[in-house]
């Protein structure tokens, strides 16, 4: 592997985990890195007037974050293959290819199979700096795998199986069959309001705001920039 491509692992490695933490909701269990590493894509990205007015960040902010970015790997952008190298090596324990896989799904945000500067600059933007509900709606894309608007049992079950893979079974010493059911049933016994079998994004954030636990990592994940 080239030094840049060592580099770049290493950068999107912190920051991949901070993310799983979000979305796994481990997050309030732990200390964040204090220091988000940044340095992870790089190729010439969008105007940077054009991020600015779709992101949270300042010029300032962008141009650092690019700068890094350029100066980590100046060739890249991250592909679906990267992303499973880096997940596999922080969960060594467990299989952490499926979640990887979803996760980098909702990172593409543009769907061409790779994630370059503008899609983590707006994912950063999000999680960090957005507001509860575009978080939120962020997290319901990632469990939406079809992207058809719904949750559905299928959909969560994948996403339940996938992180308790990516644990692995030292995490989860003696999981039985039954527990990812119980799981997806206790999600759609919160999140289905309407009990019609499926959850919306309107269920999801009014779900998700009555309870503590998830409003809490939320806000912890702000505070990490
Ligand atoms: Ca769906
Ligand atoms: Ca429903």
Redesign the pocket.
């Known amino acids: 592997m080239s030094g840049c491509a060592r580099r770049c692992k290493h950068g999107l490695v912190k920051f991949a985990l901070s993310v799983s933490k979000l979305v796994t909701g481990t997050l309030i269990k732990d200390k964040v890195d204090d220091d988000l590493e940044l340095s992870v894509v790089c190729h010439r990205p969008e105007g940077l007037e054009k991020l600015e007015a779709q992101t949270n960040f300042s010029k300032k902010e962008l141009q650092v974050l690019y700068r890094g970015f350029k100066n980590e790997c100046p060739s890249g952008v991250v592909n679906e293959e990267m992303f499973k190298q880096i997940y596999s090596q922080f969960f060594p324990h467990g299989d952490a290819s499926t979640y990887a896989h979803y996760l980098f799904n909702a990172f593409d945000s543009s769907h061409n199979g790779s994630i370059k500067f503008e899609d983590f600059v707006r994912a950063l933007s999000i999680l960090l700096r957005g507001t509860t509900t575009e978080k939120l709606q962020w997290t319901f894309n990632l469990y939406?795998?079809?992207?058809?608007?719904?949750?559905?049992k299928e959909?969560m079950t994948d996403i339940v199986k996938a992180i308790y893979d990516m644990m692995g079974r030292f995490t989860y010493p003696a999981l039985k069959t039954d527990t990812t059911k119980q799981h997806v049933d206790a999600f759609f016994q919160k999140m289905d309001k309407n009990r019609d079998g499926?959850v919306t994004l309107d269920e999801f954030i009014l779900s998700c705001q009555e309870d503590e636990n998830i409003m809490r990592s939320l806000q912890l994940f702000e505070n990490v920039i």
Request: hydrophobic fraction near 25%.
């Open positions: 939406d795998i079809n992207r058809d608007g719904y949750i559905n959909e499926v």
